[in-house]
């Protein structure tokens, strides 16, 4: 006999259409390149390749390319705001602005170079209203490489 709780929850994926369709970022600071999971509103897996011809390589470092720890936060953040803008629409309302509201607990653990595919592991801790809170952990190659905590408001109107 199944029951519902025995049913897998329905996968979902965003390509870089819907998250540009889902978020107000653009190139260069657009920094998740496709959502390979979403479990409903609870979590998902971003991914982003990094590339040399990236802009921040020009500078940071040019002895040796290193991608930005706080670029892989905002990428944290913008995975998990692709989600709540999913899971908003999901119930027929769009919001208007999605704004990051915090980091907590955030480290850096490996430095991640050209070449390497970021995967952004966000998991929901809390959603009351228009406020999103998600713990993060960015992997490369099962690595894990950078890890926080990060909050979302939606602004609906």
Known sequence: MLFMTDVPARLETADILQILSY???RYPF?????????????SCIGIKNVTFNEPQFSGHFPSRPLYPGVFMIEGMAQTAGALCVAAQLAEKARPKEVYF???D????RKPVE???TVEYHMKKLNNR?????????AKVRGVL???AEVSAMLVIE
């Open 105 to 108: 607990k955030a480290k850096f």
């Open 30 to 42: 657009l920094l998740v390149d496709r959502i390979i999971e979403m479990k409903g509103d609870e």
């Open 23 to 25: 978020l107000p970022h």
């Open 114 to 116: 050209p070449g390497d």
């Open 101 to 103: 509201m915090t980091i």
């Open 145 to 147: 490489v950078c890890e």
């Open 129 to 137: 209203r228009n406020m999103w809170w998600f713990r993060g952990e």
